[in-house]
Nanobody, 126 residues
């Protein structure tokens, strides 16, 4: 059974930084394209970034390109989301998701992802 677990969320002041981590059990994350999404209260889940299995290619939403960076360490079975210069509007639950191992390309569509974590809350507030 594949399970994803996010960590690293919390309360941060505007302008601050956080690094989220996504780890997996029941699979090696290196077999999967992995993406990060966020969902604010009352809003739909939105794509942030995704990374291919090797880590050599990424796709980042235009709204996140200047501040968010996705990366992975397959030796540690972990995918990261580095978030800088956080703003109030970044307050949301952040989810990592993995595509079925048969897919090699990133996607911005949540329905393309087979496995999801429970999410980690990020709150940006003074």
């Amino acid at each position: 059974q594949v399970q994803l677990v996010e960590s690293g969320g919390g309360l941060v002041q505007p302008g601050g930084s956080l690094r989220l981590s996504c780890t997996a059990s029941g699979t090696a994350l290196s077999r999967h394209v992995v993406g990060w999404f966020h969902q604010a209260p009352g809003q739909e889940r939105e794509f942030i970034a995704a990374i291919v299995k090797s880590g050599f290619d990424t796709d980042t939403a235009d709204s996140a390109k200047d501040r968010f960076t996705i990366s992975r360490d397959n030796a540690k079975n972990t995918v990261y989301l580095e978030m800088n210069n956080l703003k109030h509007d970044d307050t949301a639950v952040y989810y990592c998701a993995a595509r079925d191992p048969g897919y090699a390309f990133t996607s911005e569509y949540s329905y393309h992802y087979e496995y999801w974590g429970q999410g980690t809350q990020v709150t940006v507030s003074a």
